[in-house]
């Protein structure tokens, strides 16, 4: 599936999402209320290989094509149990939903999307100004290059979505939505870089 621009979001974290946030890519648990100001997960200006238009490189590419296939076995039961989400992913259609909080209201939404440019088709679709009534935040998760974007700002409604940049055509989704107030960006970027060691291992 081609990604073109992400219309609308259909995922959350949960309670667990609630506390890793306030843990760095250096270890901890939960998605955390507090997630601190120096962790990966904030972002950051654009790497000094990268312009306005370009993305930046992607260190290490990483072959993601099974879990393209089966997005639920994106994340191990050893890390939903850490994140404090639903062990059980939900399927919907290329997606791989989790639930978490204290009533199971909240949602994590992986996918995974190829294109010929990858991570570059974000930035060109933010030139392009596909962004300009939503957002468009570069960032970096475990080293791989990464934008907070949507057409929309859903994020002060609770909804924080996440591209990151695998190989030189394929893209890590992760959309978060969970209470408003709570830094969902923060626990996109912890959930994508749990992923990112389940591809890698």
Same mark, same amino acid.
């Given at each position: 599936?081609?990604?073109?621009?992400?219309?609308?979001?259909?995922?959350?974290?949960?309670?667990?999402?609630?506390?890793?946030?306030?843990?760095s890519?250096?270890?901890?648990s939960?998605?955390?209320?507090?997630?601190?100001?120096?962790?990966?997960g904030?972002?950051?200006?654009?790497?000094?290989?990268?312009?306005?238009? /370009?993305?930046?490189p992607?260190?290490?590419?990483?072959?993601?094509?099974?879990?393209?296939?089966?997005?639920?076995?994106?994340?191990t039961?050893? /890390?939903?149990?850490?994140?404090?989400?639903?062990?059980?992913?939900?399927?919907?259609?290329?997606?791989?939903?989790?639930?978490?909080?204290?009533?199971?209201?909240?949602?994590? /939404?992986?996918? $995974?999307?190829?294109?010929?440019?990858?991570?570059?088709?974000? @930035?060109?679709?933010?030139?392009?100004?596909?962004?300009?009534?939503? @957002?468009?935040?570069?960032?970096?998760?475990?080293? @791989?290059?990464?934008? $907070?974007?949507?057409?929309?700002?859903?994020?002060?409604?609770?909804?924080?979505?996440?591209v990151?940049?695998?190989?030189?055509?394929t893209?890590?989704d992760?959309?978060?939505?969970?209470?408003?107030?709570?830094?969902?960006?923060?626990?996109?970027?912890?959930?994508a870089?749990k992923?990112?060691?389940?591809?890698?291992?």
């Amino acid at each position: 599936m081609v990604r073109e621009v992400k219309i609308s979001v259909t995922a959350t974290i949960g309670a667990a999402l609630l506390v890793l946030t306030s843990c760095s890519d250096s270890g901890g648990s939960g998605i955390g209320t507090s997630f601190s100001p120096t962790s990966p997960g904030r972002p950051t200006q654009p790497t000094s290989t990268a312009t306005a238009d /370009q993305a930046p490189p992607v260190p290490t590419p990483l072959d993601a094509t099974a879990f393209i296939a089966d997005p639920c076995n994106s994340l191990t039961s050893a /890390q939903t149990a850490e994140l404090t989400i639903s062990n059980d992913g939900r399927h919907t259609e290329n997606a791989c939903s989790w639930k978490f909080g204290p009533n199971l209201e909240w949602v994590v /939404q992986a996918f $995974y999307t190829v294109n010929d440019k990858g991570l570059q088709n974000t @930035y060109d679709q933010n030139a392009a100004g596909w962004f300009k009534n939503g @957002y468009f935040e570069p960032t970096s998760v475990s080293g @791989y290059p990464a934008v $907070y974007s949507n057409v929309t700002d859903a994020r002060p409604q609770g909804t924080c979505d996440l591209v990151v940049g695998l190989d030189d055509r394929t893209i890590l989704d992760v959309s978060v939505t969970g209470k408003p107030g709570e830094d969902n960006c923060g626990a996109a970027s912890t959930v994508a870089g749990k992923i990112i060691e389940t591809i890698g291992s």
